[in-house]
């Protein structure tokens, strides 16, 4: 992303920022607007490939490093890299996350003739249930563990990745609507938690867009699947979001002139999904 590209620009040429889930579709867009506004910035993601390709597109205030999120050892490691490169981390990202089909039902409801030829909730994998959490949970708790550390004595921010499932729990997805409420409640309780050490968190709650993860969900053959419709038809503005439209809010609360009192809140950028009731 380039500078003339951004909704507008704040001044981050003083932070050194780790973006975990750096590979994916809308934390890469979120880590090349930093570096467009002067961070350095860190990429970490399970998938090698993906974050050197981020990495060679944004240019040398880009480090990828290949990271599992799940594994302190690897975390610590990564903290070790990032310092010796640009220094201490005082930025922070939580952008790994994601679902799983073993956690998702077939069924939008129970109904007691349901087909036994469905995925119904009472099918769904304890394996999945867990992959889902550690994916979104305890990536995020081991990940703030290794990086806070760094900013309890020189302050710090931190953004996590929340959804509108943490405020309206969607269909099909129990597992996934589960872990966002965590990620919400977490950010809040690390605000508290932080706030004497002068780290602000909060989280954005991105409402529906098309990533590789749900792209199947939303479209088939390259046409609208009946939840397309369903989603669009309770979103008041109609559309599905770009990634252009999060990093407004992304900029706002990397800012601590343009956000420096707001701590422990979660943005929605949703269409308005969030506010509409159906009626």
Same mark, same amino acid.
């Given at each position: 992303?380039?500078?003339?590209?951004?909704?507008?620009?704040?001044?981050?040429?003083?932070?050194?920022?780790?973006?975990?889930?750096?590979?994916?579709?809308?934390?890469?867009?979120?880590?090349?607007?930093?570096?467009?506004?002067?961070?350095?910035?860190?990429?970490?993601?399970?998938?090698?490939?993906?974050?050197?390709?981020?990495?060679?597109?944004? %240019?040398?205030?880009?480090?990828?490093?290949?990271?599992?999120?799940?594994?302190?050892?690897?975390?610590?490691?990564?903290?070790?890299?990032?310092?010796?490169?640009?220094?201490?981390?005082?930025?922070?990202?939580?952008?790994? %996350?994601?679902?799983?089909?073993?956690?998702?039902?077939?069924?939008?409801?129970?109904?007691?003739?349901?087909?036994?030829?469905?995925?119904?909730? *009472?099918?769904?994998?304890?394996?999945?249930?867990?992959?889902?959490?550690?994916?979104?949970?305890?990536?995020?708790?081991?990940?703030?563990?290794? *990086?806070?550390?760094?900013?309890?004595?020189? %302050?710090?921010?931190?953004?996590?990745?929340?959804?509108?499932?943490?405020?309206?729990?969607?269909?099909?997805?129990?597992?996934?609507?589960?872990?966002?409420?965590?990620?919400?409640?977490?950010?809040?309780?690390?605000?508290?938690?932080?706030?004497?050490?002068?780290?602000?968190?909060?989280?954005?709650?991105?409402?529906?867009?098309?990533?590789?993860?749900?792209?199947?969900?939303?479209?088939?053959?390259?046409?609208?699947?009946?939840?397309?419709?369903?989603?669009?038809?309770?979103?008041?503005?109609?559309?599905? %979001?770009?990634?252009?439209?999060?990093?407004?809010?992304?900029?706002?609360?990397?800012?601590?002139?343009?956000?420096?009192?707001?701590?422990?809140?979660?943005?929605?950028?949703?269409?308005?999904?969030?506010?509409?009731?159906?009626?």
């Amino acid at each position: 992303m380039k500078p003339s590209e951004l909704p507008f620009s704040v001044d981050l040429s003083d932070k050194v920022a780790v973006v975990t889930g750096a590979g994916g579709v809308l934390m890469r867009e979120f880590a090349a607007a930093l570096a467009a506004c002067g961070a350095r910035v860190a990429l970490l993601d399970i998938n090698e490939a993906a974050v050197r390709e981020v990495a060679a597109s944004i %240019g040398e205030r880009a480090l990828p490093i290949r990271t599992d999120c799940l594994s302190k050892e690897d975390l610590l490691a990564a903290r070790k890299r990032v310092n010796e490169t640009f220094g201490p981390v005082n930025f922070l990202i939580n952008g790994a %996350g994601g679902n799983n089909p073993r956690a998702t039902c077939d069924n939008e409801t129970m109904t007691p003739d349901c087909s036994e030829d469905i995925k119904s909730f *009472f099918g769904l994998e304890e394996a999945g249930l867990r992959f889902v959490f550690d994916l979104n949970i305890t990536s995020a708790f081991l990940t703030t563990q290794v *990086f806070a550390e760094q900013m309890v004595k020189t %302050g710090g921010n931190i953004i996590n990745i929340s959804s509108m499932n943490a405020f309206r729990p969607l269909t099909k997805i129990p597992a996934y609507s589960a872990a966002k409420a965590g990620i919400s409640n977490f950010t809040q309780w690390l605000a508290v938690h932080f706030a004497p050490c002068g780290i602000r968190v909060n989280a954005i709650a991105p409402g529906f867009f098309v990533t590789n993860q749900n792209r199947d969900l939303l479209f088939h053959d390259g046409e609208p699947t009946p939840r397309t419709h369903k989603i669009l038809g309770h979103t008041p503005q109609a559309r599905f %979001g770009e990634v252009s439209d999060l990093i407004g809010s992304l900029l706002f609360l990397a800012s601590d002139k343009a956000s420096g009192f707001v701590t422990g809140t979660v943005i929605p950028v949703d269409g308005g999904f969030n506010a509409y009731s159906g009626v």
